[in-house]
């Protein structure tokens, strides 16, 4: 999104990514319509995973580091780059910018998008981490602080990470961290309306009512699921002419590939007893493809983690779909107060104290009032969005750059 505003606002970008066929997501070849034309894009190798899989390696980033490491060495040298700007959650590549400061003295700057060394599933009973959780974690305990040593500025999306990686690399100056959530492209949402055919899971105005969610879940998120899934169990129960045509649907709920994912939602609905109104498909989608799924909803809903750092920047499309919009998010989610800010819909909060039915029957009420006024544009305050639109957050992030340029200069 930020690349067709870097220029405006005196900076020149250069891409370096993966090759497409090394990625294990879905291609989406609609997305590079809305890349500027002119700006150089060069794409690295990665070692295959059908060869790297059998040996329990599936991360992009590490089969992709000397790849990038190579490409970078080449083009650093040959553009006379002035900085570097790691934007991925593919955290294993970053340490190559720690490498390329001391071989080139260029600056470098983290684009932290999600923890990178976490430690919300230490807290969790063994059985609830993940697959390789223990080499993950040790890797990722390695490489953090090692490319932390040396960087030269952080972006974050919350200011609750940005308070947690404060605390452990105090040596980073205060005007080096930039808190910086993704913005919202207006741009994006109109071209996914104009999209033929994309929306294959359910049709329209065929008298249901359909609310939507696309983006990931997890254990994380098992509380909030829970409280949707009790108060849909209580309004069919209780309010049947406004529950009863109600249908679910959860998109790209697992990162996992697709013959590896799994399903997160489906268990916990079969759980309470909804499972008949409620479809997941776990497997990723093209991004506008989300996006044309967001348009063709009757309404929209946003479960979020049981984690208070966690931010869900997926927020902003659901704001621009301009439907009647329900979340359930942590009190302290950053979510919170942008949803309260704009006005762009409906949000109810918990937290680790929360009683589950109390908080369900919270969300049941807010969501009987939703649905009683259906169809409707929420009242949302444009006016308080501008600052979360990607023209601004560029805007934000250039004068970032230019400031850790001067500073770097300065030491």
Not at 101 to 129: A, H
Not at 173 to 195: H, I, Q, V, Y
């Amino acid at each position: 999104m930020s690349l067709s505003f870097f220029q405006l606002f005196g900076w020149a970008p250069i891409v370096l990514a993966v090759e497409p066929r090394y990625v294990e997501a879905p291609a989406d070849p609609v997305l590079l319509q809305t890349l500027p034309i002119g700006v150089p894009t060069y794409r690295v190798n990665a070692l295959d995973q059908r060869w790297t899989r059998k040996l329990g390696l599936g991360n992009l980033g590490l089969r992709a580091f000397p790849f990038i490491l190579e490409k970078g060495n080449h083009l650093i040298k040959e553009h006379t780059i002035d900085l570097v700007y790691f934007s991925t959650t593919m955290f294993a590549v970053m340490p190559a910018g720690r490498i390329w400061r001391r071989r080139f003295g260029v600056p470098f700057i983290l684009d932290i998008q999600d923890p990178w060394l976490s430690t919300y599933y230490e807290r969790k009973p063994k059985g609830k981490r993940p697959p390789k959780y223990w080499f993950a974690h040790t890797l990722d305990r390695i490489l953090e602080p090692w490319t932390m040593r040396t960087v030269s500025g952080v972006t974050v999306v919350s200011d609750a990470y940005a308070k947690i990686l404060r605390s452990r690399y105090p040596w980073i100056a205060e005007e080096d961290w930039l808190t910086l959530p993704f913005g919202a492209s207006e741009r994006d949402t109109e071209l996914a309306a104009s999209l033929p055919d994309a929306n294959q899971l359910f049709q329209r105005d065929d008298g249901f009512v359909h609310g939507v969610y696309v983006g990931r879940a997890g254990r994380d998120m098992d509380f909030a699921l829970s409280v949707l899934f009790s108060a849909l169990r209580d309004g069919r129960r209780n309010a049947p002419e406004l529950f009863a045509k109600i249908r679910l649907h959860f998109i790209g709920t697992d990162y996992a590939p697709a013959d590896k994912a799994r399903r997160w939602v489906i268990p916990i609905a079969s759980r309470i007893g909804v499972e008949q109104v409620v479809t997941e498909e776990p497997n990723r989608i093209g991004y506008f493809d989300g996006l044309a799924l967001l348009n063709d909803a009757d309404f929209l809903l946003v479960p979020g983690s049981d984690d208070p750092q966690y931010t869900a920047s997926k927020i902003y499309p659901y704001i621009l779909a301009r439907k009647p919009l329900l979340a359930v998010f942590h009190e302290m989610s950053s979510v919170v107060s942008v949803l309260r800010q704009t006005r762009a819909g409906e949000v109810v909060t918990f937290s680790e104290k929360s009683d589950l039915a109390a908080v369900s029957a919270e969300v049941g009420r807010v969501w009987r009032r939703l649905l009683e006024r259906i169809p409707f544009p929420p009242a949302t305050d444009w006016e308080a969005f501008q600052p979360f639109t990607a023209k601004e957050m560029t805007r934000k992030l250039c004068t970032f750059f230019d400031g850790v340029m001067e500073r770097n200069r300065v030491r």
